[in-house]
């Protein structure tokens, strides 16, 4: 058997698997850690690289602590990650600025003087949309793309940014400060949305730097996700608690990697994640990009194939927004509280757990209920900051249940939405795999399947599909699997929901509602951000 330790790093923490591959892709051992994530006022989104560094460190240690495995067994490591973060690195790999998350949307100045002013299609410019499209296959035309983050740090903080000596994304800062080398990965390249997708490892795009004006010299050495980067430093493997000379691989970013965990790795699948975010992929040969609702084929672990990849900002935030702030009775109402998956008689393994459990019964629509959950604006299929959540159609007879089971089926709402954008511009799977942590409740996955009309499939852990793909890039590196399109068959559907389709029949006045709701209030939107 051969041993593969991988990293999930999420948004606000990090997964740590431990992996026996032979015949199939098995978790033997896991532990996690978690870190904050830093909201400014003014729409920044920032993380702090020794919380991601210490948590890993942390995470590692406890691990290996109830394993019998030893470090030593380790054959390989790599990364599955958030993606469009900004880290400016110095020559020594140290984050000039604090790294930006996906998230941060402050580029606001930037992306009007970048893009988004002349004659525009879809918001951006015409004549630095259609090179981005025919060099890219695809556009920077949201806040939220590193080009424009990139350009927010060299505006703002120019003593900073005059100390940059690489642009890296998350994982790559992490693989950097595990091996001393300075990589990007075709994925995380593509990201960036300055690589032209027909070179390959040559990538970078003289254009495209031209055009928006990046200094070429900050851009990393490109590597296919299958790469190994290096062996572990003594000092990296010191902190870790791992073997000097441990192999690093290159990895993948959370869009890309988790399709492979999924099991999703040939042309016409389609999987759905829900976590922190949420997002609907499907795999093509082609790529294409729809402009108008902000979709794009873009490159992923594979080479010569796409992920049509279409995302939503919250997703399983709403859920833990809701365990926040309805859920718990935090104005202190109650004399004692006690948390319902406490105890050995507790059938719950978690809240989230819970309070799917108790909205089981709630009718299709939540009694009239309509959740729209853009908690932090929204990307797809429009592309707003300044968007909110709402609840629309709470009466004197609205409980918490009914509240509860809308913001579910809100998120599920826009996921549908989602994919139907995408079945504009290609076949979408008839048997979706549903992962990620919204995909633990049995009562979650019906809810999808009912709202989709579709079959829903789930995979064991399905929370740790990230590391499953990580572990799958490994294997490949090592020649222990023959090549991605083979991980299908290490990865069966645990379980299968049908959908109900009279209840898909009372979804849809409330989806067709849902749709309607964002155009409705647009402009009120504009009116309250402060």
Not at 15 to 25: A, Y
Not at 349 to 367: C, E, F, H, Q, R
Not at 415 to 437: N, P
Not at 452 to 466: H, I, K, M, Y
Request: net charge negative; charged share 25%; aromatic share 10%.
């Amino acid at each position: 058997m051969t041993y593969i330790l991988a990293y999930d790093i999420g948004t606000t923490g990090v997964k740590t698997c431990l992996f026996g591959v032979e015949k199939t892709i098995k978790l033997l051992s896991s532990a996690s850690r978690g870190y904050p994530l830093y909201i400014m006022d003014d729409g920044g989104a920032e993380q702090d690289g020794d919380d991601w560094w210490r948590a890993m460190c942390e995470s590692t240690a406890e691990l290996f602590s109830k394993s019998d495995i030893r470090p030593q067994q380790v054959a390989g490591i790599s990364f599955c990650s958030q993606m469009q973060g900004l880290v400016l690195v110095d020559e020594n790999g140290v984050p000039v600025h604090r790294p930006m998350s996906y998230m941060d949307q402050r580029a606001k100045e930037e992306i009007k003087a970048g893009i988004a002013n002349g004659i525009q299609i879809a918001g951006a410019n015409i004549f630095k949309l259609i090179p981005s499209l025919m060099i890219t296959g695809a556009v920077s035309s949201s806040v939220k793309d590193p080009v424009w983050k990139y350009k927010w740090v060299e505006a703002h903080e120019p003593e900073n940014f005059a100390r940059a000596y690489k642009w890296l994304d998350v994982k790559d800062y992490l693989i950097c400060r595990c091996t001393g080398e300075f990589t990007m990965t075709e994925d995380s390249a593509f990201a960036t949305l300055i690589y032209d997708t027909r070179k390959g490892k040559e990538g970078w795009s003289k254009k495209m730097c031209s055009m928006f004006d990046i200094k070429t010299e900050l851009l990393p050495e490109i590597i296919k996700s299958t790469d190994m980067v290096g062996g572990l430093t003594e000092k990296a493997a010191a902190e870790l608690g791992l073997a000097a000379g441990t192999p690093v691989f290159g990895g993948g970013g959370d869009s890309s990697l988790i399709g492979v965990g999924a099991g999703c790795v040939n042309v016409g699948d389609t999987h759905i994640y829900s976590g922190t975010s949420g997002w609907v992929i499907t795999v093509t040969d082609k790529q294409m990009v729809d402009v108008t609702a902000m979709i794009a084929a873009i490159t992923g672990a594979q080479s010569g194939k796409y992920n049509y990849f279409a995302e939503m900002e919250t997703a399983g935030k709403c859920l833990e927004w809701v365990k926040d702030h309805l859920a718990l009775d935090e104005i202190g109402v109650y004399l004692e509280k006690k948390n319902v998956t406490e105890g050995f008689e507790s059938t719950y393994t978690s809240l989230y757990d819970y309070m799917t459990s108790v909205v089981k019964d709630v009718p299709p629509g939540a009694n009239g209920v309509i959740f729209t959950p853009w908690l932090h604006g929204n990307r797809c299929p429009f592309e707003d900051p300044d968007s909110t959540g709402m609840f629309f159609g709470i009466k004197l007879e609205t409980g918490k249940t009914d509240l509860i089971r809308a913001v579910l089926e809100g998120v599920f709402y826009h996921l549908r939405w989602m994919l139907e954008c995408q079945d504009k511009k290609l076949k979408t799977a008839d048997v979706i795999r549903f992962v990620g942590g919204g995909a633990l409740s049995d009562v979650s996955c019906q809810i999808l399947a009912d709202i989709l009309g579709r079959t829903v499939e789930t995979v064991d852990s399905p929370q740790n599909v990230g590391s499953v793909g990580a572990a799958a890039i490994v294997a490949v590196g090592l020649g222990v699997i023959p090549a991605l399109e083979c991980v299908q068959e290490f990865i069966p559907a645990a379980k299968i929901f049908k959908p109900d389709m009279e209840k898909h029949k009372q979804y849809t006045p409330y989806f067709e509602t849902f749709k309607k709701l964002y155009n409705a209030n647009k402009e009120l939107y504009k009116s309250i951000k402060g």
